[in-house]
């Protein structure tokens, strides 16, 4: 997850798509509705598509084996900063599983 995030926030996001398994699935929860992408071209396109000089600060993490956990401070220029609870399931060197939301 170390080198997700190193990749992300030095804005290759392509790379950082790259780590994504072919069937990762996403939910992101926004007010009282969740979204669920499916397959890292839905996945990995909500990271390509994202504003420029986006950041993602992992805090508070928690690595439990194949479950990453943290506290995410989000960054984007020209937007207030967010805080978002969020979880990364990894199997064999893969991202899985992302699920985002708020605090």
Known sequence: MEVFFEKLNAGDREGAVALMDDRAEMRVHVGDSV??????ERVGGWFLRS???LQMIPGGVRDMGNT???DLLVLRPGAPSQHLDASFRVEAGRITSINLSPR
């Open 51 to 53: 504003d420029r000089g």
């Open 68 to 70: 990453y956990e943290a």
């Open 35 to 40: 979204q669920t992408l499916r397959g890292v």
